[in-house]
């Protein structure tokens, strides 16, 4: 398959790692980025030696203000051992370290690299939840944090927008967040590896231990109906309907394309890559899509040759749960006012036919926002060798996926195809 | 003719003065609130400043529980939710402002597409003083 675009030189993964993502009271930045890359050294496959990598991108977004520590490209080569090599950070709010992937391809696809380390940090944790919502809002446009915005008013904001324009409703929201946590029960590196099911569960089993009323919740909806268990944030985004705080690094390592074979006789091609960046929620003429998504989609669409329908799995940037029913529209997986449908029909299920955020998405793995970009890779990257143990998709012949990022309220976008060949 | 420079300094200097101004492209006749400093309609390069009459109707909006530093000063929490909003101008530009004289803790009294009319709040004292854009529903 062969798009209209191409890049100078075919790119390659050749190996992806990641922390747990959670909350971690003693494990810094320096501490995770090591962890995700001691995973990643383990999964290439014909091994690699650190001192051949030629390059380190990272992404972050928080640290110069949660940690009061800037400059981290420098920080974590030397942590590596791969000091003189170049290190550079990238910036993208919550897309940072899909901007720091995107810039490792061009550096392979270039010709100038043949070995890139590509990968995200984030601290977040140690900081109060009023602390992080202000940190978070500098992502978002000036006017928005004045008039009082915080990201998930933001979100909240489009919700209304999306439900007044195409007839959805919090229901509809709600098959996201269970969705979400049934895939991260099956995942033990996510934040909350638990179903919804599960959590009734253990706070009924604890009311009945300290012999408190027991919750008379039916099913799941009706205990993300209770206000008690479910708080409202910024309505219409409630507590289960909003991504965590987390702590967490990921990274992959890209390399030439011809060279690949060197690492491991099982990579994974990046065929489509693209980017795009968005206006403020003010200038917006419609406020039920993202026009930064649709570009990068675009873009990634005429690289690879492939289109929508090609793409058989993908993790996409669950933010918010209203955000992951638009993403699906905006990558053109399903039409505009169709995304809440497919989630209800259950066609986004680990074992639907277009299965989206196996890992459990941001809201249930977490969010380290820098780690987030590339950790969608790792999960794209198990699923498509067959590695994803538990959750591992059911579907014949896998060969496509795909991951898309967004940064601020829709300031940049990512989206990136990857072929198993 | 006002002769400020098209930016945020003059556009909340303008709040502060209880205006709402934009900028509009003399050639094509584009407006902008807040203003640009470029046409991006079509890269003309001449602007003038308009005030906008202040009136408009709610796009979309949220009621915010758990709000930055700033509003929990003026006294906003988990049970004194504020709001916050799009709204677009009878001429035609949006932007997003504090929606007063509703209630935060009762979301479904808001209704999309109600009329409102441009307010401002003043905050802080004479030389740190912040105003902030807001709207409140016409028929209150």
């Known amino acids: 398959m062969q798009g209209r675009r191409k890049l100078g030189r075919g790119v390659a993964l050749v190996g992806a790692g990641m922390s747990k993502f959670d909350v971690f009271r003693d494990k810094d930045s320096k501490h995770l980025f090591a962890e995700a890359f001691k995973e990643m050294l383990l999964t ?91 940190g978070l809002a500098m992502a978002a446009s000036p006017y928005e944090a004045t008039a009082g915005f915080t990201f998930p008013g933001v979100f909240g904001a489009t919700a209304t927008a999306y439900f007044v324009k195409y007839g959805a409703n919090r229901e509809h929201l709600m098959n996201v967040t269970i969705k979400s946590h049934n895939n991260a029960r099956l995942n033990p590196k996510a934040q909350f590896n638990v179903s919804i099911r599960d959590i009734m569960n253990s706070r009924i089993e604890r009311a009945k231990s300290k012999r408190q009323t027991i919750p008379a919740w039916r099913d799941e909806k009706e205990f993300l109906r209770d206000p008690k268990a479910n708080p409202v944030v910024a309505w219409p985004m409630y507590l289960y309907d909003c991504c965590p705080i987390s702590d967490g690094a990921s990274c992959v390592l890209l390399v030439g394309e011809e060279i690949a074979k060197k690492f491991t006789d099982d990579p994974l091609y990046v065929v489509g890559i693209g980017q795009g960046s968005g206006k403020g929620l003010h200038a917006k003429e419609d406020l039920t899509y993202f026009e930064a998504t649709r570009h990068a989609a675009q873009e990634a669409y005429e690289l690879s040759g492939f289109k929508p329908e090609d793409v058989q799995i993908a993790e996409v940037h669950d933010c918010f749960s209203i955000a992951e029913i638009i993403h699906l529209e905006d990558l053109g997986f399903f039409k505009p006012g169709e995304g809440y449908k497919a989630v209800e029909e259950g066609l986004t299920r680990l074992d639907g036919p277009k299965p989206i955020n196996t890992s459990g998405g941001l809201k249930c793995k977490g969010h380290p926002v820098g780690a987030t970009g590339t950790g969608q890779l790792v999960e794209i990257w198990k699923q498509l060798r067959g590695e994803a143990g538990k959750r591992q998709v059911p579907i014949k012949d896998l060969r496509i996926g795909a991951t898309h990022s967004l940064g601020g309220t829709g300031g940049t976008c990512t989206f990136t195809i990857l072929e198993r060949r | 003719m006002e002769k400020r420079p098209f930016n945020d300094v003059s556009y909340e200097q303008f709040l502060n003065e209880e205006k709402l101004m934009g900028s509009k492209c003399q050639k094509c006749g584009a407006l902008f609130v807040p203003p640009r400093p470029i046409c991006i309609k079509c890269y003309a390069n001449e602007m003038e400043w308009i005030e906008t009459k202040g009136n408009g109707k709610l796009v979309a909006f949220t009621c915010i529980a758990i709000g930055p530093p700033f509003m929990i000063k003026e006294g906003y929490d988990r049970t004194h939710p504020y709001v916050s909003g799009v709204v677009e101008l009878e001429e035609g530009a949006r932007v997003v402002a504090r929606i007063e004289g509703v209630d935060g803790s009762k979301p479904e009294s808001i209704k999309i597409g109600i009329p409102l009319r441009v307010e401002f709040l003043h905050r802080g004292k004479a030389n740190n003083l912040t105003t902030f854009l807001a709207f409140k529903p016409l028929d209150l």
């Not at chain 1, 992937?101 to 977040?124: H, Q």
Request: glycine share 10%.
């Open chain 1, 44 to 134: 290439v496959d014909k091994g690699i030696d650190p001192r051949d990598i030629d390059a380190l991108y990272l992404g972050n977004f928080t640290n110069d203000f949660f940690v009061h520590q800037g400059h981290w490209g420098p920080i974590m080569s030397d942590l590596l051992g791969i000091t003189p090599k170049p290190a550079t950070r990238t910036e993208g709010a919550c897309a940072s370290s899909a901007l720091a992937f995107r810039e490792g391809v061009f550096a392979i696809a270039s010709g100038f690299y043949d070995v890139v380390l590509v990968g995200g940090v984030e601290e977040m944790s140690k900081r109060s939840t009023e602390e992080v919502t202000d």
